[in-house]
């Protein structure tokens, strides 16, 4: 199955597609959104009691959030959702709703550890 890459140019982020880079948005909002530009993982007392064999060796390493979005594949299921989004949001204070769904994704490989 084919992955399609994450990318920043100028600030911006960009998916690839099979018609080439898609803007998804700015960069520095998504790193404001998800809290700065690093992220320590941690995991609840919750998650470890629903998850007792989960390896946690993760747990209390920082990672770059820039280097996370790099790292970033993503299904063509998702490029088509991720592409169906407005690219703009209603003010200056919203996110767009294509933003939104990336850093969405961005939360939950960031809350799902380090691989």
């Known amino acids: 199955m084919r992955r399609y890459e994450t ?3 100028d600030g911006t982020i960009y998916v690839g597609t099979a018609d080439g880079p898609l803007r998804v ?16 993982i941690t995991y609840s007392d919750g998650t470890r009691q629903r998850h007792p064999g989960m390896n946690t060796a ?4 920082t990672v770059d959030v820039v280097d996370m979005i790099h ?3 993503h299904s063509e299921r998702f490029v088509e959702t991720l592409a169906a989004q407005p690219a703009e949001g209603t003010d200056e ?10 850093v969405g994704k ?5 809350e799902g550890g380090v691989s």
């Open 7 to 9: 990318s920043v140019e």
């Open 25 to 40: 948005g700015p960069l520095d909002r998504a790193v404001a959104v998800v809290g700065g530009p690093s992220w320590t």
């Open 58 to 61: 993760d747990e209390g390493l």
């Open 71 to 73: 790292a970033m594949t």
């Open 93 to 102: 204070e919203d996110i767009s709703p294509r933003l939104g769904l990336f």
């Open 106 to 110: 961005l939360l939950q490989n960031l």
